[in-house]
């Protein structure tokens, strides 16, 4: 009786240090929260790292739906209505899907936020709205995905 005692003891203890231990995730989650003019900007994402791969183009085909990030969707929130590309987008949270194209890239805002990935189907009646942006080369490899909010001012920002 005693040696099974200790054998639970043992394994309880083991499961214990185990639980314990956390390992960096491959592609970790990141809130970024900003204040732009009197509305409150909320960014939750998961950042993949290139690890030395071609993403653009590659790993993340041209002219398809990308989740933009890794794992659940990333999302924004806005605490009031907001311009975009001169559209309005009511205040609310939405998934952030971009296609990513070499000369623009397309940014969808999508009502639907409980997907993992992209949509298994895709609804046009979720879209609340569509902008384009033009990508921006860097003069450095940039190794780990990141969204920011920048180029703040009263009432004006740029996501990144």
Same mark, same amino acid.
């Given at each position: 009786m005693k040696k099974l005692i200790y054998a639970v003891a043992f394994m309880l203890a083991t499961y214990a240090i185990e639980a314990q231990v956390?390992?960096?995730?491959?592609?970790?989650?990141t809130t970024v929260q900003q204040v732009v003019g009197l509305t409150d900007v909320t960014l939750d994402y998961s950042r993949p790292s290139a690890k030395g791969r071609t993403i653009f183009g590659d790993l993340v085909p041209f002219? !398809?739906?990308? $989740? #933009?990030?890794? @794992?659940l969707n990333s999302m924004i929130s806005f605490s009031d209505d907001v311009t975009i &590309?001169? !559209?309005?987008?009511p205040k609310g949270k939405y998934a952030i899907f971009?296609?990513?194209?070499?000369d #623009?890239?397309?940014?969808?805002?999508?009502k639907t936020t409980d997907n993992w990935g992209t949509p298994e189907e895709f609804k046009e009646e979720d879209v609340a709205l569509r902008a384009n942006a033009k990508p921006?080369? #860097?003069? $450095? $490899?940039?190794?780990?995905? #990141?969204?920011?909010?920048? @180029?703040?001012? @009263?009432?004006?920002? &740029?996501?990144?």
């Open positions: 956390k390992t960096p995730q491959p592609s970790p989650k002219g !398809k739906l990308w $989740r #933009t990030g890794a @794992n &590309d001169g !559209k309005v987008l971009t296609v990513p194209k070499a #623009t890239w397309e940014i969808i805002f999508y921006v080369l #860097t003069d $450095r $490899r940039v190794e780990t995905f #990141t969204l920011s909010i920048g @180029n703040i001012t @009263n009432d004006a920002a &740029d996501l990144e």
